[in-house]
């Protein structure tokens, strides 16, 4: 490899006070300033030198070709002090054992079933808003929250999450550390008497505490269930209380992380796995279809034709698995909401050896970021790109952008493992609110698009309730 690469063009030294105020402010403002520089830019921000790559074939350098070369960056290492080791933050053997222990609990022979617990948990969501029709606004955040735990709960986990509801509200202090410790650079201790800190210290305990239940729980039934086979003969006699796993996530977490040779280390990284999880697995979908209900306000003949569909192929009873194909343009709604704000905003890596990307230089400790709020929108991939249009997504329309110009769920080893699940849930939510509902965003609420670990509305999506069509 040559290094007679360049260096990324970028703002000059003196603009470090502006850059770092908008760093704290308006991280979004920032990357889409890069972002009109050039598809490469060299920020400088103290001690830290960004490398921001906005080409499809930069994303597939950094996040496919070359992964090995580089480890999570900026923002989720420094989340490491408030999410552990867990499958978004880890790395190397570490990552890559997590990943086999979890992979078969996202195969698609399961998704049959799961579908069938999203549509149960959409129904009690519709029923719940329908309550609220012609009322006061609601919080749709955190209907949506409380929605997708249930299915995480549920479908993955094999429990009820909706006794554990103030895990939405621990995740607000975990999140809002995290992105304190990115801009901070990680100075600040965690032991520090400040306000934040003690809040998240507050909410790190409480979800240790969830998922210490959770796993207590777990046990209880394995126990209860192995009593009973061995009641009725079916037992292994060399089995003993608790040894009967089942299928669900949680108990082939716990039974990778009972390889662990020391039990402290393996009770440390089951509350990581279970912590990220229970982050990742709701934060991105609620995300999502938060969005997905904004830009069907602000576009009422879209909003018109997912309900059309949705009665035509659904009638009145619940969806199913089967029921995605018949909902193509709802499909290409949600798609074109990740494509304008995506769930995953940033994607932050760190070089660990020198690189060439696209002819620039990229020397070892350089943070490297792909953003796909700013690559979604880059003029030469997508025309017009801030207007709203699922037609872009339509599966008979020939497709002439590259792969890498839209990466909502990731790109690479690290494709996020949940995608069909996450899919499956905001095609059918959608389908199945739009049938019955009408959400307009309440009126003095702008939906301001708020980048912490997923791109969420700051201050949460306030709605109202109307009948479906009015």
Partial sequence: MSWAARTPPGPPRRELPRLFRKLVTDRLGLLSEAAELGDAVQVVLGPRTLHVFNHPDHAKHVLADNSASYHKGIGLTEAKRALGDGLLTSE??????????????????????????????????????????????????????????????????????????AVGHAFEAVQDQAMFEMVTQGMVPLWAPLPRQRRFRRARAELQGVVDQLVAEHGARSAEGGAKSAEGGAGSAEGGA???????????????????????????????????????????????????????????????????????????????????????????????????????????????????????????GTDVLICPYTLHRHPAFWPEPERFDPER???????????????????????CIGSNLGMTEAVLVTAMIARELSLRTAPGREAVPEPMLSLRVKGGLFVQVRAAGT
């Fill in 92 to 165: 190397g053997e570490l990552w890559r054992r997590q990943r086999r222990a979890a992979q078969p609990s996202f195969q698609h022979k399961h998704l049959g079933a799961q579908a069938a617990v999203i549509a149960e948990e959409a129904a009690q969501l519709v029923a719940r808003l329908r309550t609220h029709v012609g009322g006061e606004p609601v919080d749709f955040t955190g209907e949506l929250t409380d929605l997708t735990l249930s299915v995480l709960g549920r479908t993955l986990l094999d429990t009820d999450l909706s006794a554990h509801g």
């Fill in 242 to 364: 608790g040894s009967v796993e089942g299928d669900d996530l949680l108990s082939r977490l716990i039974e990778f992380t009972r390889q662990e040779p020391d039990p402290r280390v393996g009770r440390q990284r089951l509350r990581d796995d279970l912590v990220t999880l229970l982050l990742a697995g709701h934060e991105t979908t609620a995300s999502t279809l938060g969005w997905t209900f904004h830009l069907l306000d602000r576009h009422p003949w879209a909003a018109e034709r997912v309900r059309d569909e949705a009665v035509a192929a659904l009638g009145v009873r619940l969806p199913g698995l089967a029921d995605l194909h018949r909902l193509p343009y709802t499909t290409m709604v949600v798609q074109e909401a990740m494509r304008l704000y995506p769930p995953v905003w940033i994607l932050p890596r760190r070089a660990q050896r020198p690189d060439d990307v696209g002819g620039y230089h990229v020397p070892v």
């Fill in 393 to 415: 997504f339509d599966p008979e329309r020939p497709v002439e952008r590259p792969r890498y110009a839209y990466i909502p769920f990731g790109a690479g080893p690290r494709f």
